[in-house]
């Protein structure tokens, strides 16, 4: 029996590159390895660095708190459709509010979706 521990990397994401040189980040998500979104790209680049983050608790991020309360979690597009505003900065608000650890990731293998954070309801 061969036994293989492979320890957890901390520079993150990694890529694989084709042929034609394009690069795709996979993640571990349980037993499977699926691509990374734009959003969890993000977090792992920015997760390396200082945790201290911090942001300006605006409208948009207002809007995000009133549809968490009413869906038990929420995707990018749908944060974006309900606030009103562009994908882009949707995407970078919930990037954000992951590092600052008021919400949490949940990546899939089509769309990954943002909960509260339970660090964050405790308090």
Do not use: C
């Given at each position: 029996m ?6 957890r990397?901390?520079d993150?994401?990694h ?12 993640i ?6 699926i691509q990374a ?14 945790r201290d983050?911090?942001f300006?608790?605006?409208?948009k991020?207002?809007?995000?708190m009133?549809l ?6 929420v995707?990018?597009?749908?944060f974006?459709?309900f606030?009103?505003?562009?994908r ?6 919930l990037?954000?509010?992951v590092?600052a ?8 293998e ?7 954070s339970?660090a964050y309801?405790?308090?």
């Amino acid at each position: 029996m061969l036994v293989l521990t492979i320890h957890r990397s901390i520079d993150k994401p990694h890529y694989v590159v084709d042929d034609t040189g394009n690069r795709q980040a996979y993640i571990r998500v349980d037993d499977k390895s699926i691509q990374a979104s734009r959003e969890m790209k993000e977090i792992m680049r920015r997760g390396r660095g200082e945790r201290d983050i911090r942001f300006q608790y605006g409208d948009k991020e207002q809007k995000l708190m009133k549809l968490l309360d009413e869906k038990e979690s929420v995707t990018v597009d749908l944060f974006a459709t309900f606030a009103g505003i562009p994908r882009k900065i949707a995407s970078n608000t919930l990037v954000v509010m992951v590092l600052a650890r008021i919400l949490e990731v949940h990546p899939q293998e089509m769309i990954d979706k943002f909960t509260m954070s339970m660090a964050y309801q405790s308090n």
